[in-house]
């Protein structure tokens, strides 16, 4: 399984972004798929996740009511779409995927495929 993460760049603070991760491979045998984000000097952080039907979701709660998840499941692609971004949403974000079980984990060992990382950067 392949995750490639697309979509980050300059916003500034106030607006809105799109991030995109598509996924190939194996795509049959994944069960969830998430968002996580690290900003320079801090630990990797959980931003949203989304099962296989699209149906559950979960967020963060530094993202909650700003953030949406979704999934295009003919595409294999999920979405972030970030909306009221400020400073403090600076980071890489990953997109990552798991197989193993259908628990919808915040934590990194939650999920065993992970994508290269788009860089996102808000400016005030």
């Known amino acids: 399984v392949q995750l490639q993460a697309s979509g980050g760049g300059l916003v500034q603070a106030g607006g809105s972004l799109r991030l995109s991760c598509v996924v190939s491979?194996?795509?049959?045998?994944?069960?969830?798929m998430g968002w996580f984000r690290q900003a320079p000097g801090k630990e990797r952080e959980f931003v949203a996740s989304i099962n296989r039907s699209g149906v559950r979701k979960n967020y963060g709660d530094s993202v909650k009511g700003r953030f949406t998840i979704s999934r295009d499941i003919p595409k294999n692609t999920i979405y972030l779409q970030m909306n009221s971004v400020s400073p403090e949403d600076t980071a890489v974000y990953y997109c990552?995927?798991?197989?193993?079980?259908?628990?919808?984990?915040?934590?990194?060992?939650?999920?065993?495929?992970w994508g290269q990382g788009t860089l996102v950067t808000v400016s005030s």
């Open positions: 990552a995927a798991d197989y193993r079980s259908s628990i919808m984990s915040t934590g990194r060992q939650g999920y065993h495929y």
């Open positions: 491979g194996r795509t049959v045998s994944i069960t969830v």
